[in-house]
């Protein structure tokens, strides 16, 4: 008869192994999930064994223990406690004294469980006795069932306190690895559709901020040129720290986590910023700020540094492993992106190269590029090796058919010329049956020449020895045709077809060295056109380059066969004469082109006049080779341009100690501002209606640390050239806007004249550097007008607009200088907002005496008043042109008739003592200042920053 058990546990799994493990050893199973349930069960059928859990809803098991032991019917039933909750001494020793016969803890080894059964239910039949009952009494093992259930509840408490804790922060790190992934797959979309990396930057900052929950995201680029750290994108509040640290530099110790980061070219890492040695010196402003935790990842583009994503979090140790990985697989990505972006700008960069080509070279490439190879296949035999095979390429590169090439030698594409250089390296590969490669000349079977850049290899059989020869026919005719044309124009300047500057110098060298053998004579003229820019400027760069062609061919009709014309760009070229017997020869060559230069020239219905300045060195005096020749001649022709233009100069040796001079001037005025060596006097000017003097024109001097004045046209040019007139021209600016604020403070209210130069003009900056002066200097905008040459002007028509109409918003006033030399376009009159017309001296000094001149400066005064602008009379020198000004209507008048330019101190003197006597004539006035006065010529040739 089969031992009936009964199972009782709340869990299915348990139950199920037990039963399944009961049944496979003969055992009939009853099951309980409770104790109560177990109760009903047993009370309707008694079991033979009982095994129990302990830890149950309803019933739990000590419970049923202590119930059926106290059951008569049931208390000889063996009871056995299988366990996995309570498995300490003291809980196996009450249930023993509650009088469990066995005591059990899961897990088991099936065996040992069996066994222990066994061994329960054997002791059980062989014992006289009745099964185990209690051994102590009910309120001790109450009390002890309570202590310990306490002790396990106790314990089941701590642990799930300690779960829920544990879940919370896997919750916390879920929700923080869930908001970062989110930002990364963000993060990815922006990368995959951004227009620019402006643009990612932005949505990076805003995404890690928003989605990634940090307090600031901030990305900077370094600037190549100042090696600072520029800040292209941030979101999040931007604390004070990060003003007070910019800008940011890779030299010097770091003082932030950027810096640091892009000092070692890795990412820094830091969740407890406070504790960072190195950041102590701001411990202070991280404290304000709230940053605890920062993650810093330099961006690096083709291994170059570019930048860096800074990210910060009010957190500490916010950034954990996986965190981490994150961020770094996100800055990676950026990297890419970034990379991806520039890949962009350079392929659209070349292909904007591509497209601007010339369309012979593009046909020519995709000539190439479409071409196909052929492929001709040949069996090794012991002397010859026919042709087996060619495909389609091959027929139609040689013109060949199939038919006409099978068992003949490939050889016979060579035609007569068996001897090639590359014919020895295919035999060479054939006898040694080895891979070869050479580039052939080849011919059709019209007997037209190809290129072929033949390869060959081997094919080998399964015994490694080589049967065939498999060749690959590249027609590269068209590639060489192309290097040839590329070699053309490496030698050829394209809009002249002159000699370009490579080919003159090997020209000029094979001259020099014919001449050295001979006994002979060189000469290097070096041509500039006179004032080419104003033709380009007016008329525009297409008649400019139809001009040059039509020099070039004049350059070219008058010379000889060995002579060689070049053209080295723009509007310069050069001339060489070869084998000159005498260099007596040379002025009248020299004479004579500059005469054909000077013809008038009839182009797209126009006829303009040209001239040309010509520099001369003479090979063997002046010069032993092609580059000494030529720096020599350039130096002779910018005298020859001093000199007046449209005239020719020899080359000599007291020029290179000019450009010395030219050069230790410009090292000189490059330390002008710092060692103040720069000053400004001021010209004033009288209204001619009312005798007052209402403006000053500002004009720079240099008063160099010998004490030497150096006069204006000696150094202005230098410093337009130089590029140094910008910051001659701010210090010009502020010192005049202080200047003429101090004077109202001492209630002299003048309205003080500034000149640009054209770099000034084209400076971005120049808005912002002008309201910078007005308010460092709190003069009014009112007080402070700019004078401008129409050149800077229509130099660029469209961003000399907007520069104008963003000085007019400031309330400034502007000035056109030198009015009536430059373009003189009624267009830009009407379109530009100008306040004032200077006339040039040129027409002021001839009013009186050349009715032209009159006629001129009547009109420019009569389309003034019309526009509503104000006139000024500039260098008036005598009382009659002054007359002459007042009587045309013009407004103001400006010159040494009335003042020279003065020193601040004196021109205040200068215009108190005229409110107190305006009545003084001028030339008494005159007269007082004649002792420092210029001569009466010099304003001529000093211009606007001498004095008008």
């Known amino acids: 008869m089969m031992t009936h058990v009964l199972i009782v546990d709340d869990r299915a799994d348990n139950r199920y192994l037990l039963r399944m493990l009961l049944q496979g050893h003969g055992f009939a199973v009853e099951e309980a999930q409770h104790g109560r349930q177990a109760l009903e069960l047993a009370r309707a059928v008694a079991p033979d064994l009982i095994i129990s859990d302990l830890l149950m809803p309803v019933m739990d098991g000590y419970t049923l223990l202590r119930e059926w032991k106290a059951d008569e019917a049931l208390r000889g039933i063996p009871f056995i406690v299988y366990t996995a909750t309570y498995t300490q001494p003291r809980d196996e020793l009450l249930a023993l004294d509650m009088g469990a016969d066995g005591f059990i803890v899961k897990p088991t080894e099936p065996g040992i469980f069996i066994n222990r059964v066994h061994a329960v239910l054997q002791a059980a039949s062989q014992s006289t006795q009745p099964a185990q009952t209690p051994m102590a009494s009910e309120t001790v093992t109450l009390k002890v069932y309570n202590d310990v259930l306490i002790a396990k509840l106790e314990k089941r408490s701590a642990e799930l306190e300690q779960r829920v804790a544990e879940l919370k922060l896997a919750q916390q790190q879920i929700l923080r690895l869930n908001r970062l992934y989110a930002a990364l797959s963000e993060t990815n979309q922006a990368i995959v559709h951004a227009p620019d990396k402006e643009y990612l930057f932005a949505e990076l900052c805003r995404i890690a901020v928003q989605r990634g929950g940090l307090a600031m995201a901030w ?18 509040v931007e604390p004070a ?17 950027t810096e640091i980061a892009m000092g070692q070219g890795t990412p820094y890492l830091n969740n407890d910023l406070l504790a960072d040695p190195a950041l102590a010196p701001i411990k202070d402003d991280l404290l304000q700020t709230g940053f605890q935790s920062a993650a810093c990842f330099p961006l690096y583009v083709a291994q170059r540094l570019i930048g860096s994503v800074s990210l910060f979090a009010a957190e500490k140790d916010f950034f954990d492993a996986e965190l981490t990985a994150l961020v770094i697989e996100m800055a990676t990505d950026i990297s890419f992106a970034v990379s991806n972006f520039e890949k962009e700008v350079q392929r659209q960069q070349a292909q904007e190269r591509l497209w601007a080509s010339e369309e012979s070279a593009r046909l020519n490439s995709r000539a190439v590029e479409a071409s196909a190879n052929g ?18 390429a091959f027929e139609r590169i040689t013109g060949y058919s199939a038919q006409e090439v099978y068992g003949r030698n490939a050889w016979f594409l060579l035609g007569a010329e068996t001897e090639q250089l590359g014919t020895a390296e295919i035999q060479s590969a054939l006898r040694e049956q080895r891979e070869g490669n050479a580039t052939l000349r080849n011919y059709r079977k019209d007997g037209s020449l190809f290129w072929n850049d033949l390869a060959i290899a081997p094919v080998r059989n399964a015994a490694g020895e080589s049967t065939h020869f498999v060749g690959i026919i590249n027609d590269i005719t068209e590639r060489k045709q192309y290097e040839e044309q590329l070699e053309r124009q490496n030698n050829q300047d394209a809009l002249t077809g002159l000699a370009s500057r490579s080919l003159l110098k090997d020209r000029t060298d094979m001259a020099i060295a014919y001449a050295a ?79 054909r230069i000077a013809r008038p020239l009839s182009l797209e219905g126009r006829e303009i006049s040209l001239a040309a300045s010509i520099g001369l060195s003479l090979y063997p005096q002046d010069g032993a080779d092609f580059d000494t020749l030529l720096r020599n001649a350039d130096a002779a022709m910018y005298r020859a341009k001093d000199a007046g233009r449209g005239t020719f100069c020899y080359y000599t040796a007291d020029m290179n100690a000019h450009a010395l001079r030219k050069l230790e001037l410009e090292a000189r005025l490059r330390h002008a501002l710092e060692r103040d060596e720069l000053l400004l006097h001021y010209q004033p000017l009288l209204s001619l209606s009312t005798n007052e003097v209402t403006d000053v024109e500002a004009l720079i001097r240099w008063r160099a640390s010998d004490g030497t004045l150096i006069s204006p046209p000696d150094f202005i040019p230098l410093a337009e050239e130089t590029g140094l007139i910008v910051p001659i021209g701010q210090w010009v600016l502020r010192t005049a806007c202080r200047q003429t604020r101090q004077w109202q403070r001492d209630g ?53 607009t907007r520069i104008l109409f963003e000085l007019k918003a400031l309330g400034i006033g502007v000035s056109i200088d030198d009015f009536g030399t430059g373009y003189s376009s009624l267009a830009y009159l009407q379109r530009f907002p100008i306040d004032q017309l200077k006339i040039d001296r040129s027409f002021v000094q001839d009013v009186t005496h050349h009715p032209d001149s009159a006629s001129i400066v009547h009109s420019i005064i009569g389309l003034a008043r019309n526009l509503r602008m104000q006139t000024v009379g500039e260098g008036v020198e005598t009382a009659a ?47 007082a200042q004649q002792p420092q006065q210029m001569q009466p010529g010099a304003p001529h040739q000093q211009g606007a920053q001498a004095g008008k």
């Open 241 to 257: 720290l990060a003003t007070k640290l910019t800008p940011m530099r890779l030299q010097g110790a770091p003082r932030f986590p």
């Open 748 to 800: 002299l209210e003048l309205r003080v004249a500034v000149n640009l130069s054209t770099r000034q003009f084209r400076d971005d900056k120049l808005v912002h550097i002008v309201r910078e002066a007005l308010e460092e200097s709190g003069l009014a905008a009112r007080l402070l007008k700019l004078e401008i040459t129409e050149g800077a002007i229509m130099e660029n028509a469209e961003q000399a």
């Open 517 to 595: 053998r001979h006994h002979r004579s060189v000469a290097l003229l070096y041509v500039d056109l006179d004032h080419f820019k104003r033709i380009n400027d007016s008329l525009g760069h297409a008649f400019g380059d139809a001009v040059l062609r039509a020099v070039a061919a004049r350059l070219v009709a008058g010379m000889r066969d060995g002579d060689i014309v070049a053209r080295l760009g723009g509007d310069d070229f050069v001339v060489v004469l070869s084998d000159l017997g005498s260099p007596q020869d040379v002025p009248l060559l020299a004479g004579k082109i500059l005469e």
């Open 219 to 236: 990305v900077g680029l370094l600037d190549p040129d100042s090696g600072e750290l520029v800040s292209v994108a941030r979101c999040g």
């Open 881 to 927: 042109q002054r007359d002459f000004l007042r009587g045309a209507g013009c407004d103001l008048m400006q010159g040494f008739l009335f003042s020279r330019p003065l020193p601040p101190q004196e021109l205040f003197t200068l215009v108190q003592q005229h409110k107190l006597d305006p009545a003084q004539p001028a030339q008494q006035r005159a007269s």
């Open 375 to 392: 492929i001709v296949i040949v069996e090794i035999t012991e002397s010859e090796f026919p042709i087996i095979y060619v495909n389609p």
